[in-house]
Each structure stands twice: as C-alpha cells, then as structure tokens.
C-alpha cells in the first residue's frame, strides 16, 4: 500500500534540477494538486454539484522570470518535449484541438489567459508531476492549475482561482481538445486542506466541508487505464442536452426529483437513464455535503455506494475493473462507502474508511481485488490538501 506524499519531492526534484541547469535557485517554486472526487459525477457539465478534494500528489514547478517574451519548460516527465514558444506566437494563433503532448497544456494556458484579459509575461523552469496520468485523478488539471500559478507569480497578479479554473478549462477545451467540465481545474485552484469542497458549476461558488472526523480517503487504482472513449463521452453529453431540452431547462441541474418522477417517462429508455443519474446524482451531492457537516460518515457512505450503482446501471460508465474494486472495497470492515471515481471506464475508484483501519483495508482491498481480477492495483491513503500556491524556494 503506497502513502501518497505531500508533493515535498517533486518540490526537491525541480528545485535540484533548476540549480543545476540555471546554476542559481528559482524566483518561484509553485505546485498544483490533483484531485479525487469523492461523489458528483458527470453533473458538472450539467451544471450541477460536485463534492472534490484536492489530493497531495501534485504537479510542481520552479521558474524564474525571463527578459524577452518567451517561455521554456522543461519537463522531468517528459524530458524529450520540452514546452518553447513565444507568447506573442500564441496570441496570434488561433486554437488547435486535438494538439498532441504535454506542452500543448502549456501553451493552452498561455492563450487562454490572453483570451481572458491577462497579460502572460516571459520565465522559464523545470516541471514535475506524481499525480498518476490516465488514472483519473486530474493530472491534466494539475498541469494546468500550476502552469496559471506560474504565470500569476511572474506577472505579479493576484490568484482568482474561479478565473484561473476557468481559463484551464479553457485551455482543455478549446485548444487541446478535450471537452471536459469545470470541476478538476476548480478542485486545484481553490482546494482546502483537510476539506473536499462543495461546488456548484454553474456560479462557482464553493464551500468547505470537512472529512468526517476518524475517517480517511483510499484511492483505489484499478491500474486500467481509459482507451479511445471520447465518442461515449460525448454521446453521453449528447443525451443529459436532450433530457435538458425536453424538460425545457438549460440543464439537468434544473430538475429536480420530483419533476423529474412526474415527467420522466416521456423519455426513451436511454436518455431517461442517463437524466435519471445526474438528476439524482445532484440530489446526493447535496445530500453528502450535509453529511459532512454533521460528521455523518455512515450517510456520506450510503451516498456513495448509492452513486456507484447509478453510474453503473443508469450512467453505464462503469466497468468490470471499477466495479471489482468498488464491491471490494464496500465489503470491508471499517469502510463506509465506495465509488468509482472520474469519468468512468478505467481508472481509480474512492472509498470512505475508518482512519485507524486504513491501512488494514487497504490490503484486504488489494487481495480481494488481484483474487478478482488477477491485476495488482495501485491503494494509496490520501489526505485533502491546499489548491494551487506559491512555496517559497
């Protein structure tokens, strides 16, 4: 059973690797989390609820300003592609979907906030990241969220994380390609330690809440990783659009429960199903965060278990590695709930435990699930940290 760290060795990692290859220490050190999100699925993009926290495994770097208008980052990750371009390059271009390699997130990052008013100026660094790629916990966002922390501490602004989040989103969209919500970037701009945070995707706002006290979070990688699901992704956007359009709203989070019972049934079976998830999903978000407040873990639990058999049977972005892991974990003394976690398909599920067992479930977890699967998964204990911000070297 991996600890996973607090980000103390990426931070040492691109400190070392910046005095050696500049031969002075940086102006800045900044890092980013990643993220698990502990229930709120595919609401984001509806407009609805998500209940995140910011994990510590993060993606960090240490850069120091440059005289001309250029950027130069070098990856620790990615040594052979690092990101070089002049800002003024960016300005003029127009988005590229679909670019391919990490330092597309980079430049991304530096067209989006141009677009968004700012004034990105010139630093160069070194980067590096220990939040898994491909497993669901927002590593991309990560990237993102630091890179804008980046910029911020060179050009002197104040961080506004819902603008910053906005401007990775952005970025993802709109010049990488991928057509995600707002939830992973907003988690690593403006997380709280020792809090998941309640956000409503359609304002912005959040609002803490506290991990229940005794409890702790086990990130359950099924050490599957997604193939080309863009296509289900989108279908599945496609149809919670449709539900919202036969409703008459502008999204799914605009129905409620009970509207939802009395004129559901006009839908065919397959959009109904999928409404039916985010409808309710929204629902125990809300739920879940009421919990938290009243130190309910046994009621956070239920709602998490309850979350995964939506996603599962109404949602269908489960699969047999998600919901191995998932019954794994559910069947344990000493955990209250579990879920998958992220957009489904592969990747990691989250579960809720009794912090003094924490260690114990996590081994009973991974035999039941290699016995399952014949996979040997990767269990980290994690704990809620701070969102996007400067250390100083």
Known sequence: ???????????????????????????WVVRAPGR???IGE???????????????????????????ERVRLHSLDFPEQPA???????????????????????RGVAWALHEAGYAPSGWEGTAAGDVPVGAGLSSSAALEMAVARAFAAAGGWEWDAPRMALAGQRAENAWVGVNCGIMDQMISAAGEARHALLIDCR???????????????????????????????????AQCERAAAYFGVPALRDVSPERFALHGAGLDPV?????????????????????MRAGDAGALGALMNASHASLRDDFEVSSAALDAMA??????????????????????AVALVEAARAEAVADAVRACYVAATGVEPAIYITEASAGASVITP
């Not at 059973?1 to 102006?27: I, L, S, W």
């Not at 998500?50 to 440059?66: D, H, K, W």
């Not at 929204?282 to 009421?290: D, G, I, K, M, S």
């Not at 019954?327 to 990691?348: D, E, K, L, N």
Request: hydrophobic share 40%; glycine share 8%; aromatic share 6%.
């Open 203 to 237: 304002t912005l706002e959040s609002e803490p809440a506290p991990l229940p006290p005794g409890t702790a979070v086990l990130v359950l990688d099924t050490a599957t990783r997604r193939g080309l699901v863009d296509s289900a992704y989108n279908e599945r956007r």
């Open 271 to 291: 959009t109904r199903r999928r409404a039916r998830h985010v409808v309710g999903e929204n629902e125990r978000v809300l739920q879940a965060a009421a919990a």
């Open 42 to 68: 595919h609401t984001d993009y509806n407009d609805g609820f998500v209940l995140p926290l910011a994990i510590n495994r993060a993606v960090a770097i240490a850069l120091r300003p440059r005289p001309d």
């Open 327 to 348: 019954s794994c974990a559910q069947a344990q003394p000493g955990v209250y709930g579990a879920r998958m976690t992220g957009g489904g398909f592969a990747g990691c």
């Open 1 to 27: 059973m991996e600890a996973m760290t607090n980000a103390e060795n990426v931070v040492d990692k691109v400190v070392a690797d910046f005095v050696a290859r500049y031969g002075e220490q940086p102006g």
């Open 84 to 106: 070089a371009f002049a800002l003024d390059e960016v300005r003029r271009e127009q988005p590229a979907p679909a670019g391919e390699g990490w330092a597309e997130y980079v």
């Open 36 to 38: 698990v999100n502990l």
